[in-house]
């Protein structure tokens, strides 16, 4: 059982990447995901959460309109497209899964004990 968070990479202030969280071993489609990123020196902080079915997006406010999350379940795949691209971005980003939660945009905040957590994947922007 795995999770892995890949797409990272160095980009200028104002550019765009894709990230992915690819799963193994269980099926990416009964769990909702989020995705989590950690800057040197600071918290983990949550930057967004999609439903299992994908109808449900939540996103941290400093990434609001410049990130979207997205999920092909056949693919057993979750995207975060990040555009505008900030310094203040730079961070290892992390995607996780979890089975069940009444409301989803806690997992904002709220994302200790979470199923299952994927190695990061290094997200540097340049000013």
């Known amino acids: 059982v795995q999770l892995q968070a890949s797409g990272g990479g160095l980009v200028q202030a104002g550019g765009s990447l894709r990230l992915s969280c690819a799963a193994s071993?269980?099926?990416?489609?009964?769990?909702?995901i989020g995705w989590y990123r950690q800057a040197p020196g600071k918290e983990r902080e949550g930057v967004s959460v999609?439903?299992?079915?994908?109808?449900?997006?939540f996103y941290a406010d400093s990434v609001k309109g410049r990130f979207t999350i997205s999920r092909d379940n056949t693919k057993n795949i979750v995207y975060l497209q990040m555009n505008s691209l900030k310094p203040e971005d730079t961070a290892v980003y992390y995607c996780?899964?979890?089975?069940?939660?009444?409301?989803?945009?806690?997992?904002?905040?709220?994302?200790?004990?979470?199923?299952?957590w994927g190695k990061g994947t290094q997200v540097t922007v340049s000013s």
């Open positions: 996780a899964a979890e089975s069940y939660r009444e409301s989803l945009s806690t997992l904002l905040t709220d994302y200790y004990g979470l199923d299952y």
């Open positions: 999609i439903s299992r079915s994908g109808d449900s997006k």
């Open positions: 071993g269980f099926t990416l489609a009964d769990y909702i």
